[in-house]
């Protein structure tokens, strides 16, 4: 996962949780989910970023394997 990536999903996450608060402070239920919603959705798209780092790594693994 790039620098930008891990940067961006983790101000998303961030921005989710202020939400969350905001919206449990203010009684705004809509917002307080929409708060959980963005930090899930952060959490995945984190989640398949490693995936496909772990897939590029074994890519890499395999290619040297036979380079040999």
Do not use: Y
Not at 13 to 32: F, I, M, N, R
Not at 38 to 48: T, W
């Amino acid at each position: 996962m790039s620098l930008g990536d891990k940067i961006s999903n983790k101000a998303e996450e961030l921005g989710g949780k202020a939400k969350e608060t905001a919206g449990g402070v203010t009684g705004d239920e809509e917002l307080k989910a929409e708060g959980r919603a963005d930090q899930a959705s952060a959490g995945l798209k984190g989640v398949v970023e490693d995936v496909k780092d772990a897939v590029g790594d074994g890519v890499e693994k395999i290619k040297n394997v036979f380079s040999k």
